[in-house]
């Protein structure tokens, strides 16, 4: 069985990529799973999609722990414990990710000899607004590595799963996802098929007992429109982007292009002025920086020495 995990950010199409790939594979006469997994919706946090394709039918459920192929879109979540991008690699397992850094980098800063593919740029064109077909580019890549789709069979799933996007999006993502099967043609098959679990000496996962409000409480419908900015997304953050402003260079327009929320103003000062309230704690801005002056901080850490320092004022006025 051929089992395939696409790491990226909310927003690149990891989901996409799995189906194109899954479509693909169908097509070609495996029996097919394919699924992402992300919690709330918080475009710009770590998620990932994962693919199971085998000639048998396929009686393995729930995420990927022990992966053939691994697809990075986005080469700042290999740093983050939290996206689980190295998770569960043998050996052999390939390691594909869209980098400007080489595959010996890599290898060297991971500290493993699994066989590396550097996915090929996409090209964005004049337009900087424009958004890379980051999930073709995967598929495409997948398919090759993989070395049982067919070019033919890649072309039909891409048109099937991005035809509601319309004409032109379809073109793009053709364009783009056969042109990372030709890139990473020369290692087409590189991809070892995994072996079958052995189900009888699986162990069961514990039980965790998680306390829940009421859905009165946790679970309000808002109706009105334009209410997003009452939404405290901000409480869904476990680290938060924190400015040293002794090294930063009032270089704004990066952290606030990159920011996938729009949460990072400038104040008087020209310094970035982040909104707590609505930031998810995605780091891109940390990853961006090029002064290194947003460093991440853990939030249980931030609001004990927030409650801390409350209590202490408290104190002091009574």
């Not at 980098?105 to 607004?129: E, F, M, Y």
Request: hydrophobic fraction near 40%; aromatic fraction near 6%.
């Amino acid at each position: 069985m051929y089992r395939i995990r696409f790491h990226g950010r909310g927003g690149q199409g990891m989901k996409t990529a799995s189906r194109i790939l899954g479509t693909a594979l169908f097509q070609c006469g495996y029996q097919v799973q394919d699924a992402p997994r992300y919690g709330a919706e918080r475009r710009g946090a770590p998620m990932f999609a994962f693919v199971r394709a085998a000639s048998a039918q396929i009686l393995e459920r729930g995420i990927i722990s022990a992966p053939d192929l691994v697809l990075v879109a986005d080469d700042s979540l290999v740093g983050i414990p939290a996206a689980g991008v190295t998770g569960g690699l043998r050996a052999d397992t390939v390691l594909a990710i869209a980098s400007n850094l080489d595959a010996e980098t890599w290898q060297h800063r991971l500290h493993i000899s699994n066989p590396v593919v550097i996915l090929p740029g996409v090209d964005s064109g004049d337009d900087d607004a424009h958004i890379p077909d980051t999930s073709a580019q995967c598929a495409g890549a997948a398919a090759a590595l993989l070395g049982v789709v067919s070019r033919d069979a890649l072309t039909e799933a891409v048109r099937e799963e991005t035809a509601t996007f319309g004409a032109g999006a379809v073109k793009a993502n053709l364009e783009t996802a056969l042109a990372a099967f030709d890139a990473v043609g020369d290692q087409a098959g590189s991809v070892v098929e995994g072996a079958a679990h052995d189900v009888a000496s699986s162990v069961r996962p514990d039980w965790v007992d998680l306390s829940a409000e009421t859905s009165a409480v946790a679970a309000p419908n808002i109706y009105a429109a334009l209410t997003s900015v009452q939404v405290r997304t901000g409480l869904w953050r476990t680290l938060r982007p924190v400015l040293e402003m002794d090294k930063c260079k009032k270089c704004h327009w990066v952290c606030g292009s990159y920011c996938p929320d729009g949460v990072i103003a400038v104040d008087d000062d020209g310094y970035p002025e982040i909104d707590y309230e609505h930031c998810k704690g995605c780091m891109i801005c940390v990853a961006q920086c090029p002064a290194h002056a947003l460093v991440a901080a853990a939030e249980e850490e931030h609001q004990t020495a927030h409650l801390s320092a409350h209590q202490s004022a408290k104190g002091e006025g009574s």
